[in-house]
Every structure is written in structure tokens, then in C-alpha cells.
């Protein structure tokens, strides 16, 4: 597998844990956070390039939009959260290769219960930072198809940004297993969805595809990808792809905050294309690192 070694020593940054900056070796929440009993809350992963934070205005706009279809209220505005995210990057020394969960929680329960009427204080609001440089080897990872479902919008909607990611993390285990990078997950009538952590892109005969956002998060990255592919004049398509359109795809590459654009080696122990970084896939990566240095919002 190319994924870092988890067991790496990590840095001791600053984090802020409900109004307060303090080292993560410290930081500490109630027992009875609703995030730590029941998984309920929403978050985004934002990262750090060059003391600028990369598409900040979206994160906090999908964060938001979350929260009201969780029926959670953070107590502070859409500027107010944003001060967060800059006060806590401009806490700690490093200016790069940062990468911040903003977790936002329904707050303390008086007691166990998934009942929301137990819950007796403000949401509690995190913002987790590590120096986490882009998390797999750009010449190429490998993926499996995992046995497990991307649940539907009538069970939950993926588009809801939540924190409970059991549903992933046993499809990592199974790609864990098999000594894949990543997991492919399908949906309920056996279309590819996403990995259990990215967002996935094929290319054919010049065409960039993508699965529609039904079973998945609306990535980000893959929106601004998107808008990458239009403004080269590529022809792009979101549909129903099945694994058949990805193994037998001139290019696939698995895209998202965390790990950036990444290309696809093999699927399920079958190469793709010539097992390496494809003319489209380079391209994109080429693009998508320049934005890095030249955008964001300014800590």
C-alpha cells in the first residue's frame, strides 16, 4: 500500500476546542458530547497551502448547509466560523501541508440517548489540525471494490456531511485487507459510488466522467474539477457509471481534500489503462496544484 504509516509520531499543534486554542495533546470534550455517544454532528476537512486556506467560502457554505439538515445549531455565524478556522491555522507555526477537520457536534447530553431533548448545552465546535501533507503517492495507488453499499438518500443522504463514517470505515478495512490503498464503494443497485474516503473520475476517448451526486458527498475538489474540465473545453459527464466504465477506462484518478488528485493504478488487481498517470490525469494535477499556490483566503 502507498497510505502513510499511521503509526508516525504526531506533531502537537494548536487545536480549538470550543473557544479555547489549546496543544492537541490537551485537548479534551465531555464524555457525553452527542459526537462521541452517537456520531451526531457534521464537519469538513479544510487544508493550509502557503498561510492560505484552499476554498475556505465552499467548505463553510457545505458545513452550513449540514448543520440546517441536521437541525444543528452552531450558535455562531457563517463569519464567525470562518474567524475559527483562520484563528486556529494562524495558532500554529506551520504555514503548509496542514490539514484541519472543523467538526461541529450537537453538543453535551444530560444523559445517553439519541433523542435530541437530551441534550442540554451549545454545539460544541472543534477544529482538529495535523500536519498532514497530501496523504498518497501521486504516481499511483490501487483500490478493491468493496463488499458494503453506499447507504441511499431514503436511508441518509450522502450529501449530508456527517461524522458518522462507520459505513466507510469497515469498507477500509476490507481494502486494509486485500492491501489496497482505498476501497470502491457501490451503490444500492450496483453502480460505483465513491471510495470509502474519495471521490472518483474516469476518463474515455477524452471524456471525463464521474458518478452523478446521488450516493455520494459533493466533493469540493470534484466540483472544482469539473469547472477545470469545462473551461479546457473537455467534454465531462456525470452518470451512472458501473465498475465495467472504470477497468476498462483509458484513466482513473480518486480526488478530494485530504489526498488532492490521485491516479489509479489497478481495480481489483486489473491495471487501468497503462498503470500509470494518464495525459488527463496529469494535466488536472498540474492545474489543480497551481490553484493551490495562487488561491485562498489569507490566514
Known amino acids: 500500500m502507498n497510505s502513510p ?11 480549538y476546542v470550543n473557544g479555547a486554542l489549546v496543544p492537541k495533546s490537551e485537548a479534551v ?4 458530547d452527542s459526537g462521541f ?9 479544510i487544508r493550509l497551502y502557503d498561510g492560505k486556506v484552499f476554498r ?6 457545505r458545513l452550513f448547509e449540514a448543520l440546517v439538515m441536521l437541525g444543528i445549531d452552531p450558535g455562531v ?3 464567525e466560523m470562518t474567524e475559527i478556522v483562520l484563528e486556529t491555522f494562524r495558532a500554529n507555526s506551520l504555514r503548509t501541508d496542514l490539514h484541519m477537520r472543523l467538526q461541529v457536534t450537537r453538543g453535551r447530553k ?10 442540554i448545552g451549545p454545539a460544541t465546535i472543534v ?19 468493496s463488499t458494503l453499499r453506499r447507504a441511499s438518500p431514503n436511508v441518509i443522504d450522502a450529501k449530508i456531511h456527517h461524522i458518522n463514517q462507520l459505513n466507510q470505515i469497515l469498507a477500509s478495512i476490507e481494502a486494509n485487507r486485500q492491501g489496497a490503498d482505498e476501497a470502491i464503494m457501490l451503490d444500492d443497485r450496483g453502480f460505483v459510488a465513491e471510495t470509502n474516503s474519495t471521490t472518483l473520475f474516469c476518463a474515455k476517448d477524452g471524456v471525463l466522467m464521474t458518478p452523478l451526486p446521488t450516493f455520494i458527498v459533493v466533493g469540493i475538489t470534484r466540483n472544482l474539477l469539473l469547472d477545470m474540465a469545462h473551461a479546457e473545453g473537455w467534454k465531462t459527464r456525470e452518470a451512472d457509471l458501473s465498475l465495467y466504465d472504470f477497468i476498462t477506462a483509458d484513466e482513473v484518478f480518486i480526488c478530494g481534500t485530504v489526498g488532492e488528485l490521485v491516479p489509479v493504478k ?21 492545474r489543480y496544484k497551481a490553484l493551490t499556490h495562487t488561491e485562498g483566503t489569507a490566514i
Open 56 to 61: 475556505l467560502e465552499a467548505h463553510i457554505r
Open 266 to 286: 489497478a481495480i481489483d488487481g486489473r491495471a487501468i489503462g497503462a498503470g500509470g498517470p494518464g495525459p488527463i490525469t496529469q494535466h488536472l494535477m498540474r
Open 5 to 15: 504509516d499511521v503509526h508516525t509520531e504526531a506533531t502537537d499543534t494548536i487545536v
Open 29 to 32: 470534550i465531555s464524555i457525553y
Open 37 to 45: 455517544c452517537h456520531g451526531d454532528g457534521a464537519y469538513e476537512g
Open 77 to 79: 455565524s457563517r463569519d
Open 127 to 145: 477544529a482538529f489540525v495535523d500536519h498532514k501533507p497530501p496523504i498518497f503517492d501521486k504516481s499511483g495507488i490501487t483500490l478493491i471494490t
Open 110 to 119: 444530560r444523559m445517553t440517548g439519541m433523542n435530541p431533548k437530551l441534550n
